[in-house]
């Protein structure tokens, strides 16, 4: 356990230098190779095809809390549709969270949206974290006793297979109370987007 602890730590870490890395990325006195440079044409050539990215994912990953290094595992599926240079997501998961007595399980649902540059997906997400308590835990029926927003600047990896490496940092939204953490997540492509007015599956 004190070994996996010190991985999801420097996942952390990790995590937190990709996105400086990324952030470094936009000054404006780093020279782009020209659009007819072997460099340009190898990175093009490279590039995934936007309009395979589009479809339903499942999702398999980890939350690890800033202050004191805890993981919680994350699990469920998410509907990506590109458009252009654009995207915008929708996910339902499912995790874990510390409890008084026993752990609690919570639901997490959310949309994020943002900008394809290559191989890279940058945008944002909204989330809401509703705990699910049943009788036994003080709440009446299968309610939820408590829900949180939460908001992520999210930093996404198309893989050579399609497979999509999604790094959120999350905080708090206004108004809600909750410990900053870094997420995890690989997403692998399970099939179309279901038109919901019954036409043909999205692409």
């Not at 007819?36 to 095809?49: F, G, H, K």
């Not at 309009?51 to 004191?68: C, E, H, I, N, P």
């Not at 639901?107 to 909204?126: A, K």
Request: glycine residues 10%; hydrophobic residues 35%.
């Amino acid at each position: 356990m004190v070994h996996f602890l010190r991985l999801e730590r420097l996942m952390f870490v990790a995590s937190s230098l990709v996105l400086l890395a990324f952030v470094g990325c936009e000054r404006t006195d780093v020279q782009q190779p020209a659009a007819n440079s072997p460099t340009a044409t190898a990175s093009e050539s490279t590039s995934p095809d936007v309009r395979l990215l589009s479809g339903r994912y499942l999702l398999q990953g980890v939350t690890v809390q800033a202050s004191d290094g805890r993981s919680r595992p994350l699990s469920g599926t998410m509907e990506l549709r590109v458009s252009g240079e654009e995207y915008t997501a929708r996910f339902s998961t499912k995790t874990v969270l510390p409890g008084e007595i026993v752990p609690v399980p919570a639901s997490v649902e959310g949309e994020g949206m943002g900008f394809v540059r290559g191989r890279s997906m940058v945008g944002s997400t909204t989330s809401r974290m509703r705990l699910d308590r049943g009788e036994d835990e003080g709440t009446p029926g299968s309610g939820t006793a408590e829900e949180l927003r939460v908001i992520s600047t999210a930093l996404s990896e198309v893989a050579e297979d399609g497979s999509i490496v999604i790094r959120l940092q999350n905080e708090p939204a206004e108004g809600n109370d909750y410990s900053p953490s870094v997420s995890i997540l690989n997403a692998h492509r399970i099939g179309d987007l279901i038109d919901v007015a019954g036409g043909p599956p999205s692409r």
